[in-house]
């Protein structure tokens, strides 16, 4: 079965510590994005990429970094400076306009 | 600037009547509209589309509606079910982004029996 990937589901982070969130998708999309998503603030774009070696930053980069080493993978690393990294974090892909998402991981600051 | 815009944060409807979730983009290039439903702790899943050369698209229970002079849309749900019990996004693209969706704040849905 095609589709996206994401783990962990749960994970939780020491407050200074970077933590990487994975992403991987077998549909043979060219793009993938990170989506964040608070309550009462929808989905809030954080980095995307529309081809292997190349990303973009998105609304709210601060504090993140990507890497699009290969076409399968995205993985989104949450630095010690994103602020408020507690939120539910969301990969997405697409061959079009419409996207396939995964599962999300929730990610906890203790 | 929010560009995609749902100002209802929440609705709640009887089932069996009619649901409908609205949206408002600002963007004049936008040219396609997504819905997307969403449970608790899962990914958004597609639910239906429309480009801007239509003004209603259906599929089921559920249709859409476009009216570009007034930059709005809207989802229409009927008859409504428990199950439709979600959160709902509206979705924009277009312009010279053609492959960055701008997602809306969603709206609430509850159904109650």
């Known amino acids: 079965d095609g589709g996206i990937t994401q783990s962990p589901k749960y994970l939780f982070r020491k407050e200074g510590q970077n933590v990487t969130l994975s992403c991987e998708q077998n549909?043979?999309?060219?793009?993938m994005y990170w989506y964040r998503q608070d309550p009462g603030q929808g989905l809030r774009l954080i980095y995307y990429?529309?081809?292997?070696?190349?990303?973009q930053k998105g609304d709210i980069a601060e504090g993140y970094s990507v890497s699009r080493e290969k076409k399968e993978s995205f993985p989104l690393t949450v630095t010690s400076a994103q602020k408020n990294p507690t939120a539910f974090y969301l990969c997405?892909?697409?061959?079009?306009?419409?996207?396939?998402f995964g599962s999300g991981t929730r990610l906890t600051v203790v | 600037d929010q560009q995609v815009k749902q100002n209802s944060p929440s609705l709640s409807v009887q089932e069996g009547r009619i649901s409908i979730l609205n949206c408002d983009y600002t963007?004049?290039?936008?040219?396609?509209f997504l819905w997307y439903k969403k449970y608790p702790a899962e990914g958004p899943t597609f639910l239906i589309s429309?480009?801007?050369?239509?003004d209603k698209n259906e599929d089921g229970r559920f249709t859409v509606f476009l009216n570009k002079s007034a930059k709005h849309l809207s989802l229409h749900i009927v008859p409504s079910q428990p199950g439709d019990s979600a959160v709902y996004f509206c979705?924009?693209?277009?312009?010279?982004?053609?492959?960055?969706?701008?997602f809306g704040t969603g709206t609430r849905l509850q159904v109650f029996p």
């Open positions: 997405a892909s697409t061959s079009g306009v419409g996207y396939t």
């Open positions: 549909l043979n999309h060219d793009a």
């Open positions: 990429s529309q081809i292997v070696n190349d990303f």
């Open positions: 963007n004049s290039m936008f040219d396609y």
């Open positions: 429309i480009s801007s050369i239509k």
């Open positions: 979705a924009a693209s277009g312009g010279y982004n053609t492959d960055k969706l701008i």
